[in-house]
Every structure is written in C-alpha cells, then in structure tokens.
C-alpha cells in the first residue's frame, strides 16, 4: 500500500505497541503515527483492539511493550491527567458526559487543567458556534439530553481542554444518520481551525470520508494503512476489511 | 434566555445559603440564650422539660454530629466514595483527646497551655485547640494511610475494606492496655477523666454545658463553612467529577488519585475533631462506642438528608441525632406509661433507622433535601434523538413542534 502523507511533523507515534489483559493480547506490534494537522482514522470491527490502543494513549492501561511518543516525549505509562497536560484530550466511547450537570458545567469541566480564564472564555465560544445546539441547552442538565446532542457535549467537552490533539471515539456510535453528518462535518471544521484529529470509528466508510489517513485493526493486529482516499476507494479493500458496499 | 438562568442560578444557591446559614445561626445562639439566661431562674417544670426533651448535653452531641456527618459528605456525598468505616476516625480522634488531655500516660508530665486536673499533674495535659488540630491532622494522616493502597480499588470492595478498617481500629482500642507492657489505651474501662476544656484562662467543666454547646456550635459551623467553599472550588468540582464518571474525570484531567486521597484526608480530619469534640463532651474515652453502629448511623445522615447537599445533611444529622439520644427514650417513655407496658423503645433505634432507609430508597432516593442537581434531574424531561433530528428538518423548511 502506497504510503504517500502530508509532510508535516509526526505529532503521536505508536511503536510496537503490545498490550494484554491478563493473559489476553488485545494489540499486538502496533505501529501507526499521527502528523500534525491530520484527521488520522482507526477503523476495525468490534474488538479489534481501536479502544485498547485509545485506552494506552491516554493513559488508562499499561503497554505490555512498546511506547507512545507525542511531540517527542514518551508519554506511555504516564497517568491519565498527565497525558491530559501533554495536549492529548479525548471523546470516550459511549461519551460519558457528567449527567447530573449542566452542559455549561460539563465545558467548564473540560478545561479543568486551563488556567487562563480568558482562554476558557474563547474556547468556550469556540466550541458553542461549533455546536449551537449546545448553547441552546447551555443550562440544561446533560443527562436529559438526546444522544446526538450528548455526542456534541463530548466533542466539545474535550475541546475545551485546548488539545493539540484530539480523540474521538465512536462519535457516531447510536446516532440517526443526519446527525451523523452533522458531527463529522463538525470533525472537519475542529480540524480546519488547527486541531490535529486521530478518529476511531466503526462506520469505516464514513470516516474515510474525511480522514487523510488510515489504519485497519483486525483482532489486535495493524491489517492495512493508506490514504483514506484510496483505500475508500478501492473496492476489494471495501469488501474485505471495511464491510462495504 | 439560556444567559439569564445561567446568572441567576448561582445567585439562587447563594442566597438559599445565606438563609440557612442565618437560620443554624439562629437557632444555635437561640438555645445558647435560653439555656444560658432564661433556664437556670425558670420553673422547675419548665426545667424538666428542657432537660428531658432538649438536654444540652444532646445538643452538644447533636452539633457533634453534625460535624462528622459532613465530614462523611465530603467522601460519599461530594466524591462518590463508599466509607463504611467512618467510626475509625471518629475513635482515633477520641484517643489523640485521651492520650493528649489526660493522666493516661502517667509516668510523663507535660503541661503544655493545658488544664490539668488540681493536683494530678501526671499524663499530658495540652491546650484544646491544639488537641483539636492534632487530632484533625492525626486522623488526616490515617485517612491517607487507608486511602493511599484502597482507593485504587472499585467501590464496592473500597467500602468492605473500610468496613474492615472501621473494625480493626476499634478493636485495637479495646485490646491495647498492654502493648508489649504499654498501656496505650486502657482497654475497655477507657481513658478518664478527660481535662475540662481550658481556653483563654476560661475553664469549661462539666456544668458549664451552655458554653461548651457553643464550641461544638462553632465547630460545626466552621464545617458548614468549609464544606460549602470545598464544594464551589476545584477541588470540589474534581470531586462531582469523579462521583459522576471516574473514568471520564481522569479524561478532563482530575488526577485520580490525588483528589481521591483529598476527600479521604478532609473527611478524615472531620470525624478526628469530631471525636476530640466527644471527647471533651462526654469527658472520657471508651472504645465500647466506637462500634459499627456509628459508621450506619452517621451514614445514614448523610443519605437521609440529602447526600452532597450540605443542608440537606445537617437536617438529617440532627433529626438522627436527636431521636438517638433522646426522642426515642422520651417518646418510648410517654408510649410505656400511656399503656402501661415497659418496652425498651432505644434498642429498636436500628429497626427504625432500617425501615427509614428502606422507605427513603424506595420512595425518595434523593433525601430529604437534596442537593439541586440531583432534584434537577429526576424532574426534566428527557429529549429524544426524534426530536432533535425534527429539528434539523426544521431547518429545512419542515415545521415541528416537539419540544419548546
């Protein structure tokens, strides 16, 4: 597969990357990398071993070997809110908002680590012109929402901590088609205004859509990688690893 | 819209604190001033009454109660963590007021701005105040000496090793009068008598209770005050983070552990006053109180009043409290000469707090006063993906009036 990527800096290296649960290897001998400005997509069915490798990245599980790499500082072992002050923020899967907060509560939780209030403020505006719907329910408790809406709150909830990179996972995990569209379009706009994207999704064809690049994970192991372009446009490439059309 | 709500929704908090604060400080300087000026020249059936239904001691205890029960807040209400063990510090801060305010260890002699006893100079014998914040920071300590190696663990087995912890130290009180040959705490006869309280060259013994009510008063007090800046703050805010979603609070940030181990120490600090307080109050040391019982109880305050709402858990400490010690006998007493029967009402305390917390979980899982974004949510309603891609047609010409 043809290898061709935007020349810009490496931002996230992943390196052999081997993690297990006990006895179970969930990834094995990873190696895939971010570059600054990019949408990088993870795709792979379920259990293939996207939110294991999310996981290790931000620091809620321990390689087995291997390490992570941002911005040429090893970032593998290190805790969770480390990694957090490092620039890396993330959407976890099933978006885990805080529920019985408001929405405007869940942002200001997102900045927990910003200390410059008149940073905040921007990034807050920010991030409701992006999800206006958001500013529309700013008081409402996050709980109550729809689940489209509660994606948004993800989203925007890890802009806030003014990430240089930014994961998402699953965005498009449960939502009706339009408001599919809206959340990607959404992801391509966090990238135009200078936020580097890596992107986990199971709705391989969607992600490709957007994405430079991507990664294929196939039970633990890196099956395929390649502009995103080519690889949604190849079909036997559909057929085998994407579930296309 | 959404700006005005927004504005006035902490404006509103605030001012529901300033009148409860306005109202505990009423009603605290109310019964300082009843008991201090109006009782002691009062009928004597009046007398009665008040000894019987409202006793200063129990007052005392009650405000004791109070600040322990918010001291258990700060871990279960704020920071979501399960402490089934909370009498550990409770018993812990008693014996730092024994060990630090007595004659216990007889073969020292040190006065340190302390009040000993006329002619029993033996033992350690410190100020009050200085016992209250070695006994705060004592118990902060074994509050991080617990927490630092359980807190990693899910909650449910966090609250079976506090439950362990709340039976270990208890024990170790009963059992430790010979610690190879030392007596650390006197076994079972506990430690008495505990110095009167001495502050300011004024000394407080046991019949000066109004006086002393207003030191447990202010001690509370200053809980309230602490709990409520605790809560605004950061770290406050770190706290409702974790309770709501531990996983996605480390995503934000909150560096788990650290903020784990805060609530633990600032929780602990509470019930190590709290038991110096109790201390000083009931003049003594005896480690059959520090029993299981006063884990569920002070618990039980906590869950009944409101978890995490600071108000909330004062009206619960105080209700729990208050029929503990005195409505159940009082009650039980009216009760047995009415019908002439002679039950033992105070021993079925434990029937009546079960049945409490049984009906409270069933019918009003959120306390009786909880806090405002728990009452938020169990009354909005919820919004569907439906509605919300309707309003995207919306956009597109198509007109829908789900939700407005």
């Known amino acids: ?245 | 819209m959404a700006e005005t709500t927004k504005a006035a929704a902490p404006a509103h908090t605030e001012n529901s604190n300033k009148k409860w604060a306005i109202g505990f400080l009423t009603v605290v300087l109310a019964i300082y001033a009843i008991n201090k000026f109006y009782i002691p020249t009062a009928p004597a059936q009046v007398k009665t009454f008040f000894n019987a239904w409202f006793s200063l001691t129990s007052m005392g205890e009650i405000m004791i109660y109070i600040l322990m029960a918010l001291g258990l807040n700060i871990v279960v209400g704020y920071a979501g963590l399960l402490d089934l063990g909370y009498v550990a510090f409770w018993a812990l801060g008693g014996y730092v007021a024994g060990w630090l305010m007595s004659g216990q260890f007889d073969q020292w002699q040190i006065n340190f701005f302390g009040n000993p006893p006329a002619g029993l100079p033996n033992g350690i014998h410190l100020n009050f105040l200085l016992v209250l914040v070695l006994g705060g920071v004592f118990t902060a300590i074994w509050g991080v000496i617990i927490g630092a190696p359980t807190l990693r663990l899910k909650s449910d087995y966090l609250a079976l090793v506090t439950l362990g912890f709340g039976e270990i130290i208890p024990q170790i009180m009963v059992n430790g009068e010979d610690i190879g040959g030392f007596n650390l705490t006197n076994g079972t006869k506990g430690i008495n008598p505990v110095d009167n309280i001495k502050l300011f060259g004024h000394e407080f013994g046991p019949f000066q209770l109004a006086d002393k009510f207003l030191i447990y008063a202010s001690l509370a007090g200053l809980m309230i005050f602490f709990s409520l800046r605790l809560r605004d703050g950061r770290l406050g805010r770190a706290w409702l983070a974790i309770r709501e979603d531990e996983l996605a609070a480390s995503m934000m940030g909150v560096p788990l552990m650290r903020t784990k181990l805060a609530s633990y120490a600032v929780g602990a600090t509470a019930g190590g006053v709290g038991g110096v307080a109790f201390a000083t109050l009931i003049g003594g040391v005896y480690a059959e109180r520090f029993n299981f019982q006063v884990s569920i109880i002070i618990l039980s305050m906590v869950v009944l009043g409101g978890m995490g709402n600071v108000w909330g858990v004062l009206v619960g400490a105080t209700l729990l409290a208050w029929v503990n010690n005195t409505g159940l006998v009082q009650f039980g007493n009216i009760i047995n000469s009415a019908t002439g029967k002679n039950i033992d009402f105070p021993s079925f305390n434990f029937l009546i707090f079960g049945v409490l917390l049984i009906l409270m979980m069933l019918y009003r899982r959120e306390g009786f006063l909880p806090e405002a974004r728990v009452r938020l949510i169990m009354h909005e309603e919820e919004f569907s993906d439906v509605a919300v891609v309707t309003d995207d047609i919306e956009v597109e010409g198509v007109h829908h009036h789900e939700h407005n």
């Open chain 1, 1 to 245: 597969m043809s290898t061709e990527r935007k020349n810009s800096p490496v931002m996230l290296s992943v390196s052999d990357l081997t993690v297990a649960y006990g006895a179970i290897t969930a990834v094995q001998n990873l190696n895939l990398e971010v570059r600054q400005g990019e949408i990088v997509t993870l795709i792979g069915s379920n259990g293939a071993g996207k939110s294991t490798t999310l996981r290790t990245i931000s620091g809620l599980l321990r390689p087995k070997s291997g390490s992570i790499t941002f911005e040429g500082e090893v970032i593998s072992g290190k805790p969770g809110h480390e990694i957090v002050k490092a620039g890396i923020c993330q959407s976890p899967e099933g978006r885990r908002i805080f529920p019985r907060m408001s929405v405007d509560e869940n942002l200001e939780l997102g900045a927990f680590l910003q200390k410059d209030q008149q940073l905040i403020k921007e990034t807050r505006e920010h991030v409701l012109d992006l999800f206006p719907r958001l500013r529309e329910r700013i008081d409402q408790k996050a709980g109550t929402m729809s689940g489209g809406e509660q994606q948004m709150l993800a989203v925007g909830r890890a802009m806030m901590g003014q990430p240089k990179l930014l994961i998402l996972d699953e965005p498009s995990m449960g939502l009706a088609p339009v408001l599919v569209d809206v959340i990607f379009e959404t992801i391509e706009k966090i990238r135009e205004s200078g936020t580097t994207i890596l992107l986990v999704e199971q709705n391989a064809l969607a992600a490709l859509r957007i994405a430079d690049y991507a990664y294929v994970l196939e039970s633990g192991h890196l099956k395929l990688e390649g502009e995103a372009k080519k690889l949604a446009d190849d079909p036997a490439i559909a057929a085998a690893y994407l579930g296309g059309h």
